[in-house]
């Protein structure tokens, strides 16, 4: 048991060693994973640099179900995304702040889930709502974007910040619920009237915007933000050892 955690000490000193050569101070990346909130819901991430001023992004969100009484109606909407990321920082290498947290983005999320549901809600108690309408937004849709990144809160926690577009690949389609039941000429006139509605550019932009924060943490092994010196780490390890030693004799 003694030789095995031995063996994974050292292995653990040696990716640490590598992934503070690769990754100097400047750089905004380093792998990660962690927890974001935003527009798109509640998702999970994973971040692993390509080179010291190129990262990819791996990302699933989830929207939780929520309604929105507005105008008469309610409005559910149903959201479900994942993606891939390559960001980008155009100021690496330069020492200021900005330039050490700065990165733009672009990628390509697919939705498994993108639409709207809309009820009314029944004016007698006891009788169900009514479903009005759906409305169906583009599934895939390329992403572009910039953020800030490693914003440290704590020795392996940092915070990440991102903000952009899901630009969309199509038109939003709105469909009657029950049209069957309904007049076509009505059902028709509503349709259009909702679609028209829909595809505003407002509209898209509002359904597109991407905010995101997430909180991280650093899976590059590193004692602190910048830099690491193993054989200090050794030389401190090896004097605290034998002070416990001296004290556990000297009892």
């Known amino acids: ?40 819901g509640i998702g999970f991430e994973m971040g692993l640099p ?26 559910q909407p149903q959201r479900a995304n994942a993606g891939l990321n390559i960001d980008w920082q155009p100021l690496f290498g330069e020492n200021s702040w ?27 108690e ?3 709502r009514e479903q009005f309408y759906h409305a169906e937004l583009s599934k895939v849709r390329p992403y572009i ?20 577009l899901f630009i969309p690949t199509k038109k939003t389609k709105v469909f009657k619920s029950n049209a069957e039941e309904y007049d076509p000429v009505y059902v028709a006139k509503m349709e259009q009237q909702e ?13 597109s915007l991407n905010i995101q924060v997430g909180i991280f943490y650093d899976l590059a092994y590193r004692f602190n ?16 050892k034998t002070e416990k030693e001296k004290a556990a004799f000297s009892r």
Do not use: C
């Not at 050292?10 to 590598?18: A, D, E, M, P, T």
């Not at 679609?195 to 359904?207: C, D, I």
């Not at 933000?225 to 605290?240: A, D, G, I, L, S």
């Open 98 to 124: 900005w330039a050490r947290k700065w990165f733009i983005s672009a990628g390509m999320y697919y939705f498994m889930k993108h639409e709207v549901n809309t009820f009314i809600e029944s004016r007698v």
């Open 1 to 40: 048991m003694k030789h095995l955690r031995l063996f994974l000490f050292f292995n653990v000193l040696i990716l640490g060693s590598s992934a503070q050569s690769r990754y100097p101070a400047h750089t905004a990346f380093t792998r990660s994973a962690g927890l974001q909130l935003g527009t798109p």
């Open 145 to 164: 974007g910039m953020g800030l990144a490693k914003m440290a809160i704590a020795e392996r926690l940092f915070i990440n910040l991102n903000g952009g």
């Open 195 to 207: 679609h028209h509605n829909y595809n505003r550019p407002w509209a898209h932009f509002l359904t």
């Open 225 to 240: 933000t910048y830099t690491w010196e193993p054989k200090e780490f050794m030389k401190k390890r090896k004097k605290k």
């Open 50 to 75: 390509l080179k010291d001023d190129l990262n990819v992004r791996v990302q699933a969100n989830y929207f939780p179900e929520i309604r929105k009484h507005y105008k008469g109606l309610i409005y």
């Open 126 to 128: 006891g009788y169900p």
